[in-house]
């Protein structure tokens, strides 16, 4: 069965430390795997991972995948109150088809 | 794990057709539901949110008469896409919330193609 596993499923941090957030999947036939932050409505598009080892940055957000643990990890460093939100994670396999991860519901503290 | 299973996974049909989605809790209560529909760029536009017994909620810009949606159990909602255009082709994702945790389950998601 085709699943993405997000941990933790909660944080709460302090503003300044640096968090880490993980998914594993298993997914036949990866295409590619996408983070996304949830703050009210829509998931806002983070980044697209396509190949191991490179890493994605985007001012203090990063990300990397392992194809071959079948696992990626967000980053984000010097953590801000408004970085509080669920962070997604969804894996597209070739066919197109989606699979979302339950979600890290992240809080920082000021 | 709780789980959504969201079908069809694919659906295609012809213009002026109407198409129903569903999407149902299998192990778990849902009190409220979304639907999102996702657009170029890999991004999720949150159609509407249903809650179970009640009108659902939708966003602005989507059309209620064209986008219909009914929660008429804590286990399932359903989407029907009614008079379907090629302009309404997409992936069209749904979600469910636990009573009192703001976790969202989300399903598989139904790739509808209008010819």
């Known amino acids: 069965e085709d699943k993405v596993v997000q941990s933790p499923l909660s944080l709460v941090v302090h503003e300044g430390d640096t968090v880490t957030l993980n998914c594993s999947y298993e997914v036949t036939n990866f295409r590619s795997l996408l983070w996304y932050k949830q703050e009210k409505k829509a998931p806002t598009f983070l980044f697209m991972l396509t190949s191991s080892g490179i890493e994605k940055k985007s001012g203090r957000l990063s990300s990397i995948l392992d194809k071959k643990e079948l696992f990626s990890i967000l980053n984000i460093t010097a953590t801000q109150t408004g970085d509080s939100a669920v962070y997604l994670c969804a894996v597209r396999n070739t066919g197109n088809q989606f699979y979302f991860g339950t979600g890290t519901s992240l809080t920082v503290i000021p | 794990g709780a789980v959504v299973s969201q079908h069809p996974s694919r659906v295609i049909c012809k213009s002026g057709t109407s198409v129903k989605i569903e999407c149902r809790s299998l192990d778990f209560q849902a009190t409220t539901m979304f639907w999102y529909r996702q657009f170029p760029k890999q991004s999720l536009m949150l159609m509407a949110t249903?809650?179970?017994?009640?009108?659902?909620?939708?966003e602005q810009g989507v059309e209620k008469d064209k986008f219909l949606i009914n929660h008429a159990s804590l286990t399932l909602s359903t989407l029907t896409v009614t008079s379907a255009h090629p302009e309404d082709s997409s992936f069209y994702i749904c979600?469910?919330?636990?009573?009192?945790?703001?976790?969202?389950?989300f399903g598989a998601g139904t790739r509808l193609s209008v010819l």
């Open positions: 249903s809650n179970e017994g009640s009108k659902a909620t939708y």
């Open positions: 979600s469910g919330n636990r009573e009192n945790r703001n976790i969202q389950y």
